[in-house]
Nanobody, 117 residues
Framework: QVQLVESGGGLVQAGGSLRLSCAVS????????MGWYRQAPGKQREVVAT???????NYTVSGQGRFTISRDYAKNTVYLQMNSLKPEDTAVYYC???????????WGRGTQVTVSS
């Protein structure tokens, strides 16, 4: 059973930074492209960043220029460095395989990010 455990969220003022982590267990982490997603209250879950097995990154408009996704194969962990945070970044953040994958792993609990103005 694959388990995704997100951490690193919290309350931060606008303009601040956070580094999120997602530990992946129970699967061969190294063969999958990964993504970070977020879901704000009353909204659908959206992807903000993806990273391939070769380390190629891609960002949606939401994360472009402010977020950096990375991965550590030794630790089976994917990270999301978020800078210049805005109140509209407030959401629960999740990781999983990238969009378009044949199937997703069971979603973790996510980590809450709250940005105050």
């Amino acid at each position: 059973q694959v388990q995704l455990v997100e951490s690193g969220g919290g309350l931060v003022q606008a303009g601040g930074s956070l580094r999120l982590s997602c530990a992946v267990s129970g699967s061969i982490f190294s063969i999958y492209a990964m993504g970070w997603y977020r879901q704000a209250p009353g909204k659908q879950r959206e992807v903000v960043a993806t990273i391939t097995t070769a380390g190629i990154t891609n960002y949606t408009v939401s994360g472009q220029g402010r977020f950096t996704i990375s991965r550590d194969y030794a630790k089976n962990t994917v990270y999301l460095q978020m800078n210049s945070l805005k109140p509209e970044d407030t959401a629960v953040y999740y990781c999983n395989k990238r969009p378009g994958s044949t199937y997703y792993w069971p979603w973790g609990r996510g980590t809450q990010v709250t940005v105050s103005s």
